[in-house]
């Protein structure tokens, strides 16, 4: 898929969550790389990562750099085999991801 396809999924994801989420979303970078820096563990792709302090840890008295998140277009592509599932997969990872800027951790998740 075209990088800019690509990027407009993940900006049709973003505007497409609910705005009481949306509106506490502040200071963070959705980056879109091919791929990960590193591996992944062996059998597992990583399709994105969140980089940062999650809200519940920040405070108020010092302001941090912004927190990111990574999607890695190359790994979600590798797992989907249509451009409605990239659609689909690029959305559960945004959500996962933001997921962990709302300090959710992944058992947390995994529930969810």
Do not use: W
Not at 11 to 33: G, H, T, W
């Amino acid at each position: 898929m075209q990088r800019k396809r690509f990027e407009k999924l993940v900006e049709e994801a973003f505007e497409r969550l609910p705005e009481v989420f949306r509106s506490k979303i502040s200071n963070v970078a959705i980056i879109i790389e091919d791929l990960p820096p590193r591996a992944s563990e062996p059998g597992t792709l990583l399709l994105g990562l969140f980089h940062g302090v999650p809200r519940t840890e920040k405070s108020t008295f010092y302001a941090p750099p912004p927190d990111h998140i990574f999607l890695y277009q190359k790994n979600i592509e590798a797992v989907c085999s249509s451009d409605e599932e990239i659609r689909q997969q690029v959305r559960d990872t945004l959500l996962h991801e933001l997921g962990h800027y709302f300090g959710l951790s992944e058992e947390e998740l995994r529930g969810i």
